[in-house]
């Protein structure tokens, strides 16, 4: 599941640079997902260096974190029990 995310993250990103329809029901359904998440980062942490939006780059590292080491983590665990 958190790999889909992490894709629609990236799909985020790209619409960001291309300035899609508004009303597309795509993009609607992509910014209604992601802007909660990216939000609480750029609400907390200042993200836009130069005009350019580090947040989705943020929530990507944290889920790569989740990912790679707690994921891994509670699985080695259930799997010592």
Avoid: H
């Avoid at 998440?37 to 989705?56: E, H, M, N």
Wanted: hydrophobic share 55%.
């Amino acid at each position: 599941m958190l790999t889909v995310y992490m894709w629609v993250i990236i799909a985020q990103a790209v619409l960001s640079w291309v300035n899609p329809d508004p009303y597309n029901p795509i993009v609607r359904i992509i910014r209604q997902v992601t802007d909660p998440v990216l939000f609480q980062i750029r609400r907390r942490i200042p993200t836009v260096f130069g005009g350019i939006d580090f947040s989705p780059i943020i929530v990507l590292l944290g889920i790569i974190f989740l990912q790679e080491f707690l994921v891994k983590s509670l699985f080695q665990l259930g799997r010592m029990m």
